[in-house]
């Protein structure tokens, strides 16, 4: 079946490390997305790519790092620098191109910090 | 860059009950709306979506929501609300900007259902 897969489901950090989240999508879709949600914020968006080797950033990437390699991997690096990192991350992909297209979704990551 | 707005934080109905959820656009030409359901710890499914056509747009689960433009909503309804409907509703709406397609989403409402 074709989805997204998010890895892992719970993370913990510690303070001063990075951690990598995994996003692999196997929907042959063009466009990538990373979202942040934290209780009554809705989701906000990290960055996004529309096409291997390019992404932008979105409305809250401080702090947050990532690569575009291949068409169906999208890792998303937290770092040291992101101030509160914890709350639940969500990797979405689409066809790209047209604003009337669906977006879909992976199961989420809930990154906490101890 | 287009928005959406969901007034209600919360809202609770009793089972068997209808539901209406409330989504307002803010766009001068005519927008792609959608409405995304999520449940507890899960990712986002697609409840429906609205581009073109007939205003009254039928979605999955039971779910329908109406465009109106004069009023800048693409509010949410439901005829008669199950315990297995509570759960987090997200208003979308798809951005274009430079080139890029955003979807970009409401703060979302809760739904609880009373039995």
């Known amino acids: 079946d074709g989805g997204i897969t998010q890895s892992p489901k719970y993370l913990f950090r510690k303070e001063g490390q990075n951690v990598t989240l995994s996003c692999e999508q196997n929907?042959?879709?063009?466009?990538m997305y990373w979202y942040r949600q934290d209780p009554g914020q809705g989701l906000r968006l990290i960055y996004y790519?529309?096409?291997?080797?390019?992404?932008q950033k979105g409305d809250i990437a401080e702090g947050y790092s990532v690569s575009r390699e291949k068409k169906e991997s999208f890792p998303l690096t937290v770092t040291s620098a992101q101030k509160n990192p914890t709350a639940f991350y969500l990797c979405?992909?689409?066809?790209?191109?047209?604003?009337?297209?669906?977006?879909?979704f992976g199961q989420g990551t809930r990154l906490t910090v101890v | 860059a287009q928005s959406v707005t969901q007034p209600d934080i919360h809202i609770t109905v009793s089972e068997g009950a209808s539901l209406e959820l409330r989504c307002n656009y803010s766009y001068g030409a005519t927008p792609y709306l959608f409405w995304y359901v999520q449940s507890p710890g899960q990712g986002l499914q697609l409840l429906l979506k609205?581009?073109?056509?007939?205003?009254l747009v039928q979605g999955i689960k039971g779910f329908e929501a109406e465009f109106k433009r004069s009023q800048s909503s693409f509010n949410l309804r439901k005829p008669s609300v199950h315990w297995s409907d509570a759960a987090e509703y997200f208003c979308?709406?798809?951005?274009?900007?430079?080139?890029?397609?955003?979807?970009?989403f409401g703060r979302g409402t809760s739904l609880i259902v009373h039995p």
């Open positions: 979405a992909s689409s066809t790209g191109g047209a604003p009337y297209t669906e977006a879909f």
């Open positions: 979308a709406v798809g951005d274009t900007t430079g080139g890029s397609y955003i979807p970009t």
């Open positions: 929907l042959n879709h063009d466009a």
């Open positions: 609205y581009f073109s056509g007939d205003t």
């Open positions: 790519s529309q096409i291997v080797n390019d992404f």
